[in-house]
């Protein structure tokens, strides 16, 4: 039998940027993250908790997104690769591999699992305005 604790839910925003700036992740008035998005080849930056972070993305015959510390490029940190019938898989340099897929076909919510099966994280998502986008963020322990 599985035994999960109570869900913690967030509100998140995440604002879509103005000409020049990243998008950003907001709970309330604090920021979590930001994203600067830059087409392929060019890398994407990004940054949380403090850490910046560096995305290299190839769209070729085996499609995927790699992670890495600003501070030490060469060090990969998180993987994603995108399957075939949507989602994909994110694995991080520790050995730990998630799973981001919906819970079943018709759903809007995206749910993180681990490889044997327990939901971690679920988003869904809220059209906002023009210029943010609102995810709730369930984190199921």
């Known amino acids: 039998m599985v035994a999960f604790a109570e869900s913690k839910t967030r509100d998140l925003i995440w604002r879509y940027p103005e000409e020049g700036r990243p998008f950003v992740l907001r709970e309330g008035e604090a920021e979590l993250a930001w994203l600067e998005f830059h087409e392929q080849p060019a890398a994407s930056v990004g940054g949380f908790d403090g850490t910046r972070l560096v995305f290299h993305y190839t ?59 327990s939901t971690s994280v679920c988003l869904s998502q809220e059209a906002g305005d023009r210029k943010s986008t609102r995810l709730n963020s369930s984190h199921i322990t």
């Not at 510390?69 to 075939?84: I, K, M, N, Y």
């Open 59 to 117: 769209v070729n015959l085996h499609p995927r997104v790699t992670i890495s510390s600003a501070e030490d490029p060469g060090h990969v940190v998180a993987q994603f690769l995108p399957c075939w019938t949507g989602g994909g898989w994110v694995s991080f340099d520790n050995g730990t591999r998630y799973r981001w897929k919906k819970p079943h076909l018709w759903s809007s919510t995206w749910c993180f699992s681990r490889q044997d099966q």
